[in-house]
């Protein structure tokens, strides 16, 4: 009897401790608030490959240690959203996805995760972006986010089109959260970037489409701000995007925009793909609703040129 | 005979693997297996491989020729070492032998000829009556791809999730989980009624199904009739002691007469391996004269009669339904479009004509646009695939389907050749649009379009409308499955070809961009 009711509590006490580990939240509790001071509101980075403009630009910024502490979880959400080659440039660079998980890794973080929610075939998008490799190489985890049960419900309290939806645990239980847009021209949205980029994170995009689109993007910026977030304009789709066509579609610009502030950084990559700021709509919703500042001048901005 | 023993054990390992070989494609949720493995396996099917010859002839359309071969050489091999349904049921046998039930005896049966050739007979006729429809409830394969997609798949996907999650758990991330098909009600339970009726079939008699309803055991069975090796008794050494009757799963061995049916013995060597005495195997049966010649003449003739209708039945039924697909044009409505079937399917005819609805390309079809019509294609075109865009959209860059199509229903198709594969054409209603109904900006359709046979132009205030170029459009149905408006209907949907078509490739020049010494801002 005295040892049935050892392993019975035995057993008992991991779960319950195990579970009090899972929950992860302790995790952000105890690691979120802490505002890093950085050096730089904005940092442009230009000439050099997508790896070489990450080292420039993380190191302005402090080096990745300023967001990432030892032990602790990161997310990288990188656009995977098409069944295309690098060279298409529908997809973040993969060389830049893995720079960033080497970085985070010498960090010291414990894992580095890395998913989207695809819109082609997610098994397609993660083998032909490049990205599955690249996450694989560099010692990082590949998540598919094509699984509803991996979404939970959250309340988005400051929105005004997009009250709720369903977003992926990852997002919600990792410490550290690093949005990794591919710079791109969209169809829909007129420009795809750190904001757009997030419509990978949650379950239901087909409300945002039926629902004012530019709205709920701005909404859901409220919702979570990432700790870091890199925009990657080494190759960048001019026209038919998101997903475009072929590489015609495609001119290699070279640039990188590290920031904080969404807002800031996607109004600093509209003006690197040359359009009004303006005519992205949901920039100017998401200003309106505190997520950042449209107004560059105010910014402190490191500019590099490699 | 003892030089035989080996016959039985090395039967037992080839069929276990090939079993496990139709569970592996049946699993290859996401198209991860090279196609050459999965067209290894139905290859050697023999119903799939005649349909699929006059369209490909070559050595991997050359299955049912191997067949007729080994079974001319020693019998009906097949049936037990190749046939899934086969080896299927030799695991029900398996099983039923295990359970603590109270089990007949095995013993001699009189075939039941009559049944025998009339369905076999009449699966031939129905075939130009129904085409492939009645056949293909009767074919091994074809019944065992119901089963495997139907009721295997989803256990396949709930285990591979289990493990997933309990990894997951421990923070690995390497089994990823995968969804599971969208669930129709007409093929989960015509699958389980035919799993079943197998059962059923197994448990009152163990091949009861391969010697009298199987139109392809039955084919064999009078192939085997001139099979250079038969298994025979040899009269000398034998005591009539009855094990190998007994041991015979298609109750084909007399040992009153000493005789075996070789038109019912499936060649499972359970009786080679059972006789003490080793009198019992394959022997010549040349320059030895046949008890029952005059029976057989009649056979022979008929299957030759058969095998000639069968095999001219392809180019025949082409012709009976080519007129009657122009008329159609002006109902372009959404409710009342027929189906679209498969790229490389060339026409819903050619579908219809050729596809034994095994739910192969369903199974393997990574974004779940394939599935399984209900009375789409008609009542005769039940379960054969069709592209269904509310459950997904046709990849762009994907041929899986036409990779693994056993029967050459859906012809295999470069990557070029799929790009310009038109099965259907674009159809855009404007006042539905989200854009023009809410003023507010969408462009889901466009976004998902691979050619930008959708894209987007300016309207007012800032907003982009749709427009489409029906000419570069391959109907994949991205547009449609991406499309937030559902009341009445998509604002965008695919109109289906009947006869598919050949799209424009999407022309574009490349991109001018100037670049700047200086940022921006």
Known sequence: MKRREFIRRSVAASIASGALFSMGKWNTVLASGTDHSLPFDLVAVKNGTPEEMFDAGIAALGGMKTFVKPNQTVVVK??????????????TNPGLVGQIIKHCLDAGAKRVMVFDKTCDEWTRCYKNSGIEKAVKDNGGQIVTGAIEAHYQHVDIPKGISLKENKVHELILESDVFINVPVLKNHGGAQMSLTMKNLMGVVWNRRYYHANNLHQCIADFATFKKPDLNVVDGYRVLKRNGPRGVSV????????????????????????VFGIETDRVKHIGLAEKLGVGTTDLDSLNIKRITI | MREQKWLRPARIIISILFLAGFCLIFSDVKAKLPSGITLFFTSFQFLPSVLKFPHQPGIIASGFFLIILLTVFSGRVYCSTFCPMGILMDVLGFIKRKLPIRKKRRKFMKPLNFLRYIILSMSVLS???????????????????????????????????????????????????????????????????????VIA????????YCNTICPVGAILGLISKASLLKIKIDNSSCTQCGKCQTSCKANCINIKEMRIDETRCISCFNCIQV?????????????????????????????IKAGILFMGINPLLAKAEEHHNEDEHDRKKFCTRGPISPPGSRSIRHLKNNCIACQLCVSVCPSHVLQPAFLEYGFTGMMMPRLDNQAGFCNYDC????????????FPLTKEAKKTTQVGMVQFRQHLCIVESEGTACGSCSEHCPTQAVYMVPYKDDLTIPEVNPDICVGCGACEHACPVTDPHAAIFVYPHEQHQTALKPETEKVNVESTEEFPF
């Open chain 2, 127 to 197: 075939l130009f009556i129904t085409g492939m429809f009645a056949i293909s409830w009767l074919d091994p394969y074809a019944n065992f791809g119901r089963i495997a997609s139907n009721l295997y798949q989803p256990v396949f996907i709930f285990l591979n999730n289990v493990v997933s999650k309990l990894l997951i758990h421990f923070n690995v991330y390497s089994i990823q989980p995968f969804t599971f098909n969208v669930f129709h009600p007409l093929p989960f339970f015509a699958a389980l009624t035919i799993l079943f009726t």
């Open chain 1, 248 to 271: 015609n579609d495609v001119a290699i610009m070279k640039y990188q925009i590290l920031s904080t502030d969404m807002v800031a950084a996607d109004t600093a990559a509209t003006k």
């Open chain 2, 201 to 208: 079939m197994v448990i009152f008699r163990d091949r009861l």
């Open chain 1, 78 to 91: 990188p656009n995977i959203g098409w069944d295309a080659s690098p060279e298409r440039a529908a997809n």
């Open chain 2, 399 to 410: 041929t899986k389907c036409g990779e693994v199509c056993p029967t050459g229903a859906i």
């Open chain 2, 275 to 303: 006789c003490e005495e080793s009198s019992i195997g394959y022997k010549k049966s040349w320059g030895i004269k046949h008890e029952t010649m005059n029976n057989t003449d009649i056979r022979k003739r008929d299957f």
